[in-house]
């Protein structure tokens, strides 16, 4: 007799998901049986909508009320460099001012930070959606250099791009480093 551990069922939800449909596969095909398979099927059906729902409300963003906002940084001149969007200000701009080339060309006298609350939002949405459409009206509008998301002009604007990193020295780092302290997922079992 073989003995299964405590948690098997958690251990090995494809097994469980196996067994069960084939419980339900030869209660169908015993007319005798089909209270169970009508209960059976209600039972995984059920089980299905609890865990979408749990799904959900794990990964929701609806509940997150936070203040959120729109930064932008501007040339010299008031043309846009970048615009992004954060819930902590300061800690993003250190983060440029480590990883990103057009920081070298920003005028900080100029940068702007609009900031949502959820006071200020509509109803139904979050801050945080609030901050995401005026990013994207900025970055349509402006075509800010820096951004590569959703700019219109992002391939016409590379050859002046490729001269304002060379006149600052930046070398863009290997596209590995990208990934670097990500866990590599595979397809075979380690």
């Not at 993003?92 to 001012?97: I, M, V």
């Not at 050859?159 to 302290?181: C, E, F, N, S």
Request: glycine content about 6%; hydrophobic content about 40%; aromatic content about 12%.
């Amino acid at each position: 007799m073989t003995r299964y551990r405590r948690h098997w069922p958690r251990r090995h939800p494809k097994t469980v998901a196996v067994l069960a449909l084939a419980v339900v596969g030869w209660s169908v095909t015993h007319p005798w049986q089909a209270l169970t398979a009508a209960i059976i099927g209600g039972a995984a059906a059920g089980a299905a909508a609890w865990a979408r729902a749990v799904w959900r409300a794990r990964h929701a963003t609806s509940g997150d009320m936070r203040p959120c906002g729109l930064y932008a940084h501007y040339f010299t001149t008031a043309s846009a460099v970048y615009g992004g969007i954060t819930n902590n200000y300061a800690a993003r701009c250190a983060q440029h001012a480590e990883t990103s080339w057009w920081w070298a060309y920003v005028d900080h006298s100029r940068s702007t930070f609009q900031q949502w609350t959820a006071a200020d939002c509509l109803p139904g949405w979050t801050p945080r959606m609030m901050a995401k459409a005026a990013e994207t009206e900025f970055i349509t509008r402006h075509a800010p250099i820096g951004n590569t998301d959703e700019n219109p002009l992002f391939w016409e604007q590379e050859p002046y791009r490729r001269q304002l990193k060379t006149a600052i020295g930046w070398v863009d780092p290997p596209r590995q480093a990208a990934h670097a302290g990500r866990r590599r997922m595979s397809w075979r079992a380690a």
